[in-house]
């Protein structure tokens, strides 16, 4: 059954959608070797690649059988493109949550749709603006969208989850506010430009806020966090593909 944005009472199912492309799939076989040891609960997880990374799939090990792949259209700018393809992911998951993982995310511990709501409402971390680095890039982005300033950024800790209804919802806000689709205001930003899970969550922080759970960063410790989160521009090396096999290896106990 799927909820009401007034009630917030999410008793339904929940997916795990994966935005990937060719030069990260060597994070995203890391990513859901991580899913396949720790996740559990979930209905489907679904992988999203564009049309033109699928080649470089087939020349790779096959994906795990759990995994649901599906292909979206190519991109010029593909970080703005796969901010598109999370924006729709209601679209290709008919699940009542919708949990998003990005390939450089690795679950560490064992979790359940649960895991990610209180009494089932959606549970996303903040950080007040004002303690934010000076040269936060994610600021100025969402509140061009919006048209109001945020109070805080909601990017810090993933996975990020949210209920379908949101996806449509800010869809036609975007018709009605910006005179465009979502899709094409996206990807007229500049280079980096846009901000797709602070303006989801920046948007149910106005609209529905009864709705989530909203809780400030500082009350969740590191071991605590879901996933340890990296950032696969910056490549991946001995160090950190040491500590990712730390993560994926079966607890001994002999």
């Not at 999370?86 to 690795?106: E, F, M, Q, T």
């Not at 300033?149 to 379908?164: A, G, K, L, N, V």
């Not at 303006?199 to 009864?210: F, N, Q, W």
Request: with cysteine; charged share 25%; aromatic share 14%.
């Amino acid at each position: 059954m799927e909820s009401s944005p007034l009630t917030g009472r999410l008793e339904m199912t929940c997916d795990i959608v994966i935005r990937s492309y060719w030069r990260d799939f060597g994070w995203l076989e890391m990513c859901l070797a991580a899913v396949e040891r720790f996740c559990s609960g979930f209905s489907q997880v679904i992988v999203v690649i564009p049309n033109a990374s699928e080649p470089w799939l087939r020349r790779r090990a096959a994906l795990p059988p759990f995994v649901r792949l599906e292909l979206c259209r190519d991109y010029n700018d593909d970080y703005l493109g796969q901010q598109v393809t999370k924006l729709y992911a209601d679209r290709r998951s008919d699940a009542g949550l919708i949990c998003h993982l990005d390939s450089d995310c690795i679950v560490q511990k064992p979790l359940t749709p649960n895991d990610l709501t209180s009494e089932g409402r959606p549970r996303i971390y903040t950080r007040a603006v004002a303690d934010l680095p000076r040269h936060w890039p994610w600021t100025r982005p969402t509140a061009e969208f919006l048209g109001w300033m945020p109070t805080h950024d909601f990017m810090q800790s993933p996975p990020f989850t949210f209920p379908r209804w949101l996806y449509s919802e800010i869809r036609v806000w975007s018709r009605r506010e910006k005179g465009v689709p979502l899709s094409d205001w996206v990807m007229s930003r500049p280079a980096r430009g846009f901000s797709e899970f602070n303006v989801l969550a920046a948007y149910a922080h106005e609209y529905h806020r009864e709705a989530f759970e909203w809780l400030p960063i500082g009350q969740l410790a590191d071991t605590d966090r879901p996933c340890q989160w990296f950032w696969s521009w910056g490549g991946l090396d001995a160090d950190t593909r040491q500590l990712i096999d730390r993560i994926l290896q079966p607890v001994s106990y002999g």
